[in-house]
């Protein structure tokens, strides 16, 4: 609703200021929301872009904005809707809006349900977001756990704002490290069979090489060492990429992450696709021979230097690959395309999007996001490893020490390219310090109270709210109209950090309300049965939000 109401006022402003520029530009009318309520629920500083063009000071100029804007809400029929115009220095004109206005926040609410918010501003576009893709040599870390996180609630908020989302990892089964890792499976079976080989530093270490290595001795029924040497080493290499990638699949699965699809570079970008996308992008002129080898102009695309794709041994590099992969995405019918990377691929970022125009694609076809890393803490003191598995801390500890509603919330309570302080035994506390018990105890408040209200033969209304009148319900209803606005800015931003940030701010303003109104009051019923309706849409926005997350909705903590 407040968004059509945007709209609404930019268009009334635009149309009523137009005949005081007397044939000159007029510029934008830009609509922000103030910080501090008490400059209304709009703003404009259009008074103050009209200085130069207009050759009056802007306080002059935004007193005689006001009544001309004001004649052209009632022309418009928005008067209804805006309970006050003002303006104040240096000369910002504030909108504030009238319960009426409000009110229609909390019908709108109570009669879409769990679809508020949702839109089809994306218009059924088909976009693709690629994360996590780590390669399949070990069980997930907590930097893919962030990616799996922030992937997974941007592509359920860009699917409901009406854009048509496919989740996909890449699999990279071919290159140095997964040879790396047959080998370092290879060693270990041969270490169980009783042949002791020195085990290079390059290796993956980790008991779970080991499980591998007896995992793949059972399947495969060996018991002599003879047998293990007889086989082929892309045997061993195989069952090992085939092995961690069904704990990937099912450390995800249990994370609430599932893929739509699940793409293989020996598939998409083998040798043969390889060299097609070489021969023509060579005709295209994108292509010289320098020193032996093949390079791309990406510097003609911006980068600050050119990159080698064939090296002069005849091998292909890193970035051949990924040219074919995006080429295939463009193919499938994406024109938005989305890539959650490390913090270690920044210098990545300039070469794949001079490849992705290469291709003939905008260059906001491709977004990169870097997503930053986390460091775990308890009790204050940083945790540097795993304790089981000597390594890294994976997804699944995490998982198993705060439960996965606090995992997937942690993780995004930063913005993406900020790095991320994850403090475990803060996730873990069932007390308002913790804010994802905080915003889902506010949801479970609310069955609370509506229970306290059946006892009391009290239900909530669907409409006619004139008796809301308190600053509290004002409040918490005007948050609750910046839902579906709050969406639309994660899409804009790429980053559900500002839903998270909403959910906070909902929950505080929801408590506050609760906590200084009288909901449930059998003397004064029909103020309860409006109340009880503010309670009804709180939960359902609250819900709306956590479900976009990823996070569970309880009823009962």
Same mark, same amino acid.
């Given at each position: 609703?407040?968004?059509t109401?945007?709209k609404?006022?930019?268009?009334?402003i635009?149309?009523?200021?137009t005949?005081l520029?007397d044939?000159?530009?007029?510029p934008s009318?830009?609509l922000?929301?103030?910080?501090? #309520?008490?400059?209304?629920?709009?703003?404009?500083n259009?008074a103050?872009?009209s200085? #130069?063009?207009?050759?009056?000071?802007?306080?002059?100029?935004a007193?005689?904005?006001?009544e001309?804007?004001?004649?052209g809400?009632e022309?418009a029929?928005?008067?209804?809707?805006?309970?006050k115009?003002?303006?104040?220095?240096p000369g910002?004109?504030?909108?504030?809006?009238?319960?009426t206005?409000?009110?229609?926040?909390l019908?709108?609410?109570?009669?879409?349900k769990d679809?508020?918010?949702?839109?089809?501003?994306?218009q059924?576009q088909k976009?693709n977001?690629?994360?996590?893709?780590?390669n399949p040599?070990?069980?997930l870390?907590?930097a893919?756990?962030?990616?799996?996180?922030v @992937?997974?609630?941007?592509?359920?908020?860009?699917n409901?704002?009406?854009?048509?989302?496919?989740?996909?990892?890449y699999?990279?089964?071919?290159?140095?490290?997964?040879?790396?890792?047959?080998?370092?499976v290879y060693?270990?079976a041969?270490d169980?069979l009783?042949?002791?080989e020195d085990?290079?530093?390059?290796?993956?270490? @980790?008991?779970?090489?080991?499980?591998m290595a007896d995992?793949?001795?059972?399947e495969q029924?060996i018991t002599?060492?003879?047998?293990?040497?007889?086989?082929p080493s892309s045997?061993?290499?195989?069952?090992?990429?085939?092995y961690?990638?069904?704990?990937? #699949?099912?450390?995800?699965?249990?994370?609430?992450?599932?893929?739509?699809?699940?793409?293989?570079?020996?598939?998409?970008a083998?040798?043969?696709?390889?060299?097609?996308?070489?021969?023509?992008l060579?005709?295209?002129g994108?292509?010289?021979?320098?020193d032996?080898?093949?390079?791309f102009?990406t510097?003609?695309?911006g980068?600050?230097?050119?990159?080698?794709?064939?090296?002069s041994?005849g091998?292909?590099?890193?970035?051949?690959?990924?040219?074919?992969?995006?080429?295939?995405?463009f193919?499938?019918?994406?024109?938005k395309?989305? /890539?959650l990377?490390?913090?270690?691929?920044?210098?990545?970022?300039?070469?794949?999007?001079?490849?992705?125009?290469?291709?003939?694609?905008p260059?906001?076809?491709?977004?990169?996001l870097?997503?930053?890393?986390?460091?775990?803490?308890?009790? @204050?003191?940083?945790v540097?490893?795993?304790?089981?598995?000597g390594?890294?801390?994976?997804?699944?500890?995490?998982?198993?020490?705060?439960?996965v509603d606090?995992?997937?919330f942690?993780?995004?309570?930063?913005?993406?390219?900020?790095?991320?302080?994850f403090?475990?035994?803060?996730?873990k506390?069932?007390?308002?310090? /913790?804010?994802?018990?905080?915003?889902?105890?506010a949801?479970a408040r609310?069955?609370?109270?509506?229970d306290?209200?059946?006892?009391a033969g009290?239900?909530?209304?669907?409409k006619?709210?004139?008796?809301?009148?308190e600053?509290?319900?004002?409040?918490l209803?005007k948050?609750?109209?910046?839902?579906?606005?709050?969406l639309?800015?994660?899409?804009?931003?790429?980053?559900?950090?500002a839903?998270?940030?909403?959910?906070?701010?909902l929950?505080g303003?929801f408590h506050?309300?609760?906590?200084?109104?009288?909901?449930?009051?059998?003397?004064?019923?029909?103020?309860?049965?409006?109340?009880?309706?503010?309670v009804?849409?709180?939960?359902?926005?609250i819900?709306n @939000?956590?479900r976009l997350?990823?996070?569970?909705?309880?009823?009962?903590?």
């Open positions: 609703m407040l968004i109401l945007r609404e006022i930019c268009s009334s635009e149309k009523s200021l005949p520029f044939n000159i530009p007029m009318v830009d922000d929301v103030p910080s501090d #309520k008490t400059h209304g629920d709009f703003s404009t259009i103050m872009k200085v #130069k063009l207009l050759k009056r000071p802007p306080l002059e100029i007193a005689a904005f006001r001309v804007i004001f004649a809400f022309h029929g928005l008067s209804v809707k805006i309970a115009v003002e303006v104040v220095k910002f004109i504030n909108f504030f809006l009238s319960t206005a409000v009110c229609e926040i019908e709108q609410t109570l009669r879409q679809q508020y918010g949702k839109s089809d501003f994306g059924g976009v977001i690629e994360f996590v893709s780590a040599t070990g069980p870390s907590v893919h756990a962030r990616q799996a996180a @992937g997974d609630a941007l592509a359920n908020i860009f409901f704002i009406g854009f048509a989302v496919t989740k996909e990892y699999v990279n089964d071919e290159g140095n490290q997964i040879n790396i890792l047959g080998r370092s060693l270990r041969l169980r009783g042949e002791k085990f290079p530093e390059d290796c993956y270490q @980790g008991q779970y090489i080991y499980d995992a793949f001795l059972a029924k002599a060492v003879e047998e293990l040497k007889g086989l045997e061993v290499r195989q069952f090992a990429v085939d961690l990638l069904d704990v990937i #699949k099912q450390e995800l699965k249990d994370f609430g992450v599932h893929f739509d699809t699940w793409s293989h570079q020996s598939h998409i083998g040798l043969k696709a390889i060299e097609k996308t070489m021969t023509d060579q005709a295209q994108h292509i010289y021979e320098q032996g080898a093949l390079w102009k510097t003609a695309y980068d600050d230097k050119d990159r080698v794709v064939k090296k041994d091998s292909y590099t890193y970035f051949m690959p990924d040219i074919v992969y995006h080429q295939d995405k193919r499938r019918g994406f024109v395309v989305f /890539n990377l490390g913090p270690d691929h920044h210098g990545y970022i300039p070469r794949l999007t001079a490849a992705v125009q290469a291709l003939g694609q260059k906001d076809a491709l977004r990169v870097i997503i930053q890393l986390a460091t775990l803490y308890r009790n @204050g003191q940083e540097q490893m795993s304790t089981r598995r390594q890294y801390v994976t997804l699944r500890e995490v998982m198993e020490e705060v439960g606090a995992a997937r942690f993780f995004l309570m930063r913005l993406v390219d900020a790095h991320l302080d403090d475990l035994e803060l996730a506390k069932e007390t308002p310090e /913790n804010p994802v018990y905080y915003i889902q105890y949801h609310t069955y609370s109270i509506e306290k209200a059946k006892e009290l239900f909530a209304k669907a006619d709210f004139q008796l809301l009148q600053s509290e319900e004002m409040e209803l948050k609750i109209g910046h839902f579906p606005t709050t639309l800015f994660c899409w804009r931003q790429a980053d559900a950090f839903l998270v940030n909403y959910l906070q701010e929950a303003t506050r309300f609760y906590d200084r109104q009288r909901v449930v009051d059998a003397q004064n019923p029909e103020l309860s049965a409006q109340r009880l309706a503010v009804q849409a709180s939960r359902i926005v819900a @939000g956590l997350l990823g996070v569970s909705t309880p009823q009962k903590m």
